[in-house]
């Protein structure tokens, strides 16, 4: 018993730092993204780095002395305007990514070729906001702006984020170019897709629902051939008005095909629909 209580604590602080690691390491991801692929080529994708951005080309300004002035304000507008504190670990990605922008300003630009520059630098910037996201914080910034427009104005967040980003690539094509402003879209598409990749993953789950008169047998096989649950609905026809049960299932997309053929040779006039399961917690499925 005192071995389980003492691995407890050790279990929570491992974690615990596991998610500071997180931050700085996504951190680190965002900064060189920004000074070898998107400040080179004059893309300002959105955010505090876009603004960073705009105003060195106009000013000569440091970006990351830029982004440290605006990042710090905007973090202390959030906990005034919105009540709550953001926690130390979102104050820590708010902070070291100017850092890291500023130790890595001397790094030769990858690229001078803008497409490549927007697509690449829109991925590593989304593979470093992953990885900030799955250490539970986030890069502050104009995030916090969105949030106070959000609560102020009862405009949805993703339509308040999409707004300050569409400003500041608007901006950007009156400074730099409309071509400049179009390749920053192709960075923002890529960083969201990005994200989606690194919280989800590639292994996507299915949803699979099963109408079938010979349901039975489907379940016992599902259940014994492709060892996966099953969970039962009750359903009633639109239009015969007759009680029904739905099978449903969630399966690899390895499985997939297995399960198809099974349903396939118990009962050829199935019903079935597939939809893809986006992220899927539980016994046999990895969090």
């Known amino acids: 018993m005192t071995k389980k209580r003492n691995r407890a604590p050790r279990k929570i602080w491992f974690v615990k730092t596991l998610d500071y690691f997180y931050v700085i390491l996504g951190a680190a991801f965002i900064a060189i993204a920004f000074n070898v692929l998107l400040l080179p ?3 300002a994708s959105g955010g505090v780095s876009g603004i960073s951005t705009i105003i060195n080309s106009l000013t000569g ?5 830029i982004q440290w002035a605006l990042n710090i304000p905007l973090f202390i507008a959030g906990v005034f305007f919105l009540g709550y504190q953001f926690g130390i670990k979102t104050f820590i ?5 100017p850092l890291f922008v500023y130790l890595s300003q001397d790094f030769a630009p990858w690229t001078r070729e803008p497409l490549v520059a927007a697509l690449f630098g829109g991925v ?5 906001l992953g990885i900030v996201f799955r250490g539970k914080a986030s890069t502050g910034g ?3 702006l969105a949030q106070i427009v959000h609560k102020y104005f009862h405009l949805s967040l993703g339509v308040c984020v999409a707004i300050i980003d569409g400003l500041v690539v608007i901006s950007a094509m009156f400074v730099f170019s409309i071509e400049s402003g179009l390749y920053a879209l192709i960075a923002l598409f890529a960083t969201s897709k990005t994200i989606d990749l690194v919280q989800v993953g590639l292994n996507q789950s299915k949803t699979v629902l099963v109408i079938s008169e010979h349901q039975e047998e489907i ?3 599902i259940l014994f051939k492709i060892d996966r649950g099953i969970t039962r609905l009750s359903a009633k026809g639109g239009y015969t008005d007759d009680e029904k049960q739905i099978l449903l299932c969630v399966i690899s997309q390895r499985e997939f095909p297995k399960l198809k053929e099974v349903v396939k040779e118990i009962d050829s006039s199935a019903f079935v629909v597939v939809m893809s399961a986006s992220e899927v ?3 046999g499925f990895s969090v």
């Open 281 to 283: 917690m539980g016994e």
């Open 142 to 144: 104009t995030d916090v």
């Open 124 to 128: 590593l910037v989304g593979f470093g």
């Open 61 to 65: 300004w440091t970006p990351a002395f």
């Open 41 to 43: 080529n004059h893309i």
């Open 219 to 221: 379940r016992q096989a």
């Open 93 to 97: 990605g708010t902070m070291t990514i």
